[in-house]
């Protein structure tokens, strides 16, 4: 059975590696229940997790952006290629699972967390100076992108309370195919698959879907 190893909130800083002078990437556990819920239209809302702290609200945070998930694999992966220790949201996810695999989720599938909440998946995460400002390794950026397991934005679908070891449940996956990894390497390595992205329909972010079409467009002419 897939679980929830922590629920991360933000230790906010100043950092001269983003555009506000202030992240929010520097997530942490936190005991006891945490409220989520839907936060609002990006820009004038940022994390759907009561206590969190989005930076930089412009291009992070929102509705479509609710909740950020990473599997503690994934960072187990990272410890041995960095020589270094990874701690449960240090790579600002705000769910950190274990027995999921978060890259493979489908986008518009959706898990119940706890007994409450259920979750979208909407998108991967793109790295960014923040993320590579905060990690401080040569080449960070590239060498992520390299790897192809960035994680997934949710949205919110119902609101509830989650904790440190509820258990994740799927609770509908969409057969289009498009999945967290395969949305990811069409927006970066391998744009010949941005074509297919677009079979996810409805479940995408509006914005995802005219960006993508925005690139196809360009790819025309």
Known sequence: MARLLSVNIAHPHAADYTSTDVTGIDKR?????????????????GSGVAGDTVGDPRHHGGDHQAVYAFAREDLTAWEKELGRELSNGVFGENLTTSGLDVNSASIGERWRIGASLVLEVTSPRIPCRTFAGWLAEKGWVKRFTQAARPGAYL?????????????IEV????????????????LTTEPDLLPRVLDAGDALNPADAASVRRRLERGKR
């Open 29 to 45: 556990p936190v005991d006891g229940p945490v409220a989520v819920a839907a936060p609002g239209p990006r820009g004038t809302a």
């Open 155 to 167: 949205r919110v679908i119902e609101p509830g309370e989650i904790k440190a070891g509820d258990d």
């Open 171 to 186: 609770v509908s996956r969409p057969e289009h195919g498009v999945t967290v990894e395969f949305f990811f390497r069409a």
